[in-house]
T-cell receptor, first 118, second 108 residues
Framework: GAVVSQHPSRVICKSGTSVKIECRSLDFQATTMFWYRQFPKQSLMLMATSNEGSKATYEQGVEKDKFLINHASLTLSTLTVTSAHPEDSSFYIC??????????????FGDGTRLSIL | GQNIDQPTEMTATEGAIVQINCTYQTSGFNGLFWYQQHAGEAPTFLSYNVLDGLEEKGRFSSFLSRSKGYSYLLLKELQMKDSASYLCAVAGGFKTIFGAGTRLFVKA
């Protein structure tokens, strides 16, 4: 099946640090990638939709200057949490969808990144 | 508006059958997905329904009725490892909308 690789799996760093998370589709071209955040025992919260070669679309309430998304190629999207603070500690998960802009393709998820800001 | 409803929690016994229901109201419909998510892990894809009826895949089956805005995931011969959250997600237009998930506890 389709494989999405997310790296790193865990980050522990000091407040004020910027953290970059990578999401790669390994065996298919992903025109659309999604970034989610999930707090313990809560549902997935979509942060932004990333389309290759264009600006990401952020959900309401998500600061685009805080969470920088770059989708430079059909196989790679990155999320940078800038100047992270303890309240940014969460489980960040990316997912990728195959070719075409429509949503009738399943999203395949990376393994997630557990971010802990001290 | 767009809304997906599924029960918050369910408990079932090992070896039994459990049905997890999902109702939805969305603008646009390109199909319905079910995902499994174990605690602390990312979701994994289980099934996709776009036409009415039952799709069977091993111990898991998924049903869809588009006219009723209704789906269910049926898990047979429950195993302890099936304890997880099950997410119903509807593909509409360019976005997939996820439900909050149903946490299933399988007891011995």
């Amino acid at each position: 099946g389709a494989v999405v690789s997310q790296h790193p799996s865990r980050v522990i760093c000091k407040s004020g640090t910027s953290v970059k998370i990578e999401c790669r589709s390994l065996d298919f071209q992903a025109t659309t990638m999604f970034w989610y955040r999930q707090f313990p025992k809560q549902s997935l919260m979509l942060m932004a939709t990333s389309n290759e070669g264009s600006k990401a679309t952020y959900e309401q309430g998500v600061e685009k200057d805080k969470f920088l998304i770059n989708h430079a190629s059909l196989t790679l999207s990155t999320l940078t949490v800038t100047s992270a603070h303890p309240e940014d500690s969460s489980f960040y998960i990316c997912s990728a969808r195959g070719s075409g802009p429509y949503s009738n393709q399943p999203q395949h998820f990376g393994d997630g990144t557990r971010l802990s800001i001290l | 508006g767009q809304n997906i409803d599924q029960p918050t929690e369910m408990t079932a016994t090992e070896g039994a059958i459990v049905q997890i229901n999902c109702t939805y109201q969305t603008s646009g419909f390109n199909g319905l997905f079910w995902y499994q998510q174990h605690a602390g892990e990312a979701p994994t894809f289980l099934s996709y329904n776009v036409l009415d009826g039952l799709e069977e895949k091993g111990r898991f089956s998924s049903f869809l009725s588009r006219s009723k805005g209704y789906s269910y995931l049926l898990l047979k011969e429950l195993q302890m490892k099936d304890s997880a959250s099950y997410l119903c997600a509807v593909a509409g237009g360019f976005k997939t909308i996820f439900g909050a998930g149903t946490r299933l506890f399988v007891k011995a």
